[in-house]
């Protein structure tokens, strides 16, 4: 099967939105609040959300979609903490609801309630609600709350050992993925998201969080940001910090998906990333919607590129589009063994 | 002949630092302020502390390397406006004096006296200096002067433009780089200057600068950051946001460095970003200074990657080394021609 790990529900209900917006209006104006949790979204309007999906996965040949609310939507930087707290349970409860209808076309990652500043534990809750009572298999984890200004420690301070010792628990891997960018200077899809990536795989670069948790597992979207294009300038910085070989220092817990809008990118990142740890996914409906001018097929179609890649054998191929996920997800594919859909031995 | 366009001064005498320690030491406390800007190098020291970047000129047959102060060096963000207008023109002043020294092998650039919040008029002065006065061919432009917040405005600002209109005036095209990083999540050499690069260059693409200067040019370091790499994802999102077609937006003022630090991501710059508007460097004595085990060569010797692309046409190649130096740094082409060193008609 073809398991495309990152999806976001970039095709809410406008209810989700027109909620959202009383939230942040009754900030200014209490009286602008929302009266009520309920959205009156039936499953009907959750159905009909992702007939879009659905008809790309059928049309491109993809099986199942991990599916998280919209990355840019988290917005940890917005409103307050408590605020974010009530928005996180509901687009979490989404998600739910949809894997839930279609356990065979999706499965449910969640956002966390981070706010800048605030304790990381104030996330645990809502993730072991995600986890332990609604079957959620990973996490979105934001490593720059304040988006666009980088005002949280390294992802190997302290600060975040909390959520990795409640993560390791739960067996679940987080993606690390930024929110939007409330910086003008940073656009958020064309260079937040990307900087995101590459920061967060350097900090792990300094330092040594996986000594401290070795069954910690990280994937780092958008093909790792600038990380493949440069995996000599990271295997020359680790050298000259006296770090192990990348392999050996963090191959055995980063992951890189495979959200690469173009063939020479994957060709690229199949030459230098071990095919033990790249993951597919198309994030289709993200951030680039259109069709190639070059190729007449959409730039998010990253099956094709996959497929082009001539080197990979067969193992890596079943590694990419469904044994690695089912290895940094072990909920995910217990999920599919329970649905009569085991991997291979 | 083959020019290297990305040089900085990374072997400085220690009276420099020295000096700058005192600097900023007098910030603290004046008895500690440098008692003269005098630092009693003389044109032996200087010789001799470029012995280095010769040997490797000679050791991987480059000519001529476009040399500046050291990029982490300028440091924007430290002290007060007062302490980096001495330090700029200190450091570009041991520039002038190397490149007078050694006029077959090296050319001036120059760094700004840039600070958090100050008006960019405060650089023109310096800059006049530099290209009038001293023969500058060119200039580095700091787009994040805060050190890693980015609290500038974007680069298609009016806040940048008398600094663009100073430099079209001077014919001399800046090379964007981040300085030092201040941000404890965010490494230098291993994030901050990459994510410069990725955010100068979606910036410029959200914007329509080039329409106001059509004549201003940038060269964006590190091989364009993690730009080459998601070529696809600029490409659809100038689509999605009906900007022209990149090659009509950006690629008549806008050129990349090859310092990327294996072979796998020359090759793929080589064939998305068209010829004309890559220009070589190694930025050698920089960011990365070991042998990679995997070839037995240096990392930062980058003129054997693009020695290895095969696809390159013999007049791509005379481009990347020398041609489109001269094209996008004139004043470096009549430096050059003056020495009796024409190019190709």
Chains 1, 2 share one sequence.
């Not at 949809?98 to 449910?108: G, K, Q, R």
């Not at 980088?150 to 010792?165: A, F, G, N, Q, V």
């Not at 599919?336 to 859909?341: E, M, N, T, W, Y």
Request: glycine share 8%; with cysteine.
């Amino acid at each position: 099967m073809i398991i495309d790990i990152h999806g976001h529900y970039t095709t809410e209900p406008q209810a989700l939105q027109a909620f959202r917006d009383k939230q942040l209006a009754g900030l200014a104006d209490a009286m602008r609040k929302p009266a009520s949790t309920d959205l009156g979204i039936t499953d009907e309007m959750l159905l009909k959300s992702v007939e879009p999906q659905l008809k790309f996965q059928k049309d491109r040949g993809s099986d199942l979609t991990v599916f998280s609310p919209r990355a840019a939507g988290m917005a940890h930087h917005v409103g307050t903490e408590e605020v974010g707290q009530v928005w996180s349970r509901m687009s979490n409860d989404l998600i739910h609801r949809i894997c839930t209808l279609l356990p065979d076309n999706f499965a449910p990652v969640g956002q966390l309630p981070q706010f800048p500043g605030a304790p990381i534990e104030r996330s645990l809750p809502e993730l072991t609600r995600l986890v332990a009572e609604l079957g959620f298999v990973g996490v979105n984890l934001n490593p720059d709350p304040s988006g666009g200004y980088w005002k949280s420690p390294p992802l190997t301070d302290r600060y975040w050992y909390p959520i990795y010792e409640k993560m390791v628990e739960l067996e679940v891997p987080a993606m690390i993925h930024v929110t939007s960018s409330c910086n003008p200077a940073v656009h958020h899809t064309g260079a937040h998201y990307l900087n995101g990536d590459t920061t967060a795989f350097m900090q792990l670069l300094q330092g040594n969080l996986f000594k401290d948790f070795p069954d910690l597992k990280f994937v780092i979207p958008h093909g790792g940001g600038a990380v493949p294009f440069h995996w000599g300038r990271y295997r020359g910085l680790a050298q000259d910090m006296k770090k192990p070989l990348l392999g050996e220092h963090l191959l055995k817990n980063v992951f890189f998906d495979t959200c690469v809008y173009h063939y020479p990118g994957i060709e690229l990142m199949a030459k230098v990333i071990p095919a033990g740890n790249i993951l597919f996914p198309s994030e289709m409906l993200g951030a680039v919607k259109g069709i190639d001018p070059e190729t007449g097929f959409h730039f998010d179609d990253t099956k094709r590129y996959v497929d082009q890649v001539k080197a990979l054998s067969d193992a890596d191929r079943y590694g990419i589009f469904e044994g690695n996920a089912r290895r940094v997800y072990p909920r995910l594919d217990r999920r599919l063994a329970a649905r009569g859909k085991k991997g291979r031995p």
